[in-house]
């Protein structure tokens, strides 16, 4: 399945540069994020991330926060596997 192809080690750099954000709490959740999960990414992950590093640093904290949920285009199942992912704690 295309989607459970695991990205290689340029595709999850380049992913994981892509999420720097200006905000330390958005980059902790991240890190974590990256730490846990990063050496097994899928497509389906990284189109869910890529989703979620559209929004601006203050609507993804309230998703990480779980202030909001996912509305409109980040409503897909992509973005909440990987949000469920990124708000587990260690």
Do not use: Y
């Amino acid at each position: 399945m295309a989607d459970e192809m695991l990205l290689d080690e340029r595709e999850v750099a380049i992913l994981h540069w892509r999420c720097r954000r200006g905000l330390v709490e958005n980059d902790l959740f991240l890190e974590r994020f990256f730490a846990n999960h990063g050496s097994r990414l899928t497509t389906r992950q990284a189109r869910g991330l890529t989703i979620l590093m559209d929004l601006s640093d203050n609507d993804l904290l309230d998703l990480l926060l779980r202030r909001k949920e996912p509305q409109g285009e980040t409503d897909t199942e992509e973005v909440k596997e990987v949000l469920e992912q990124l708000r587990q704690r260690a």
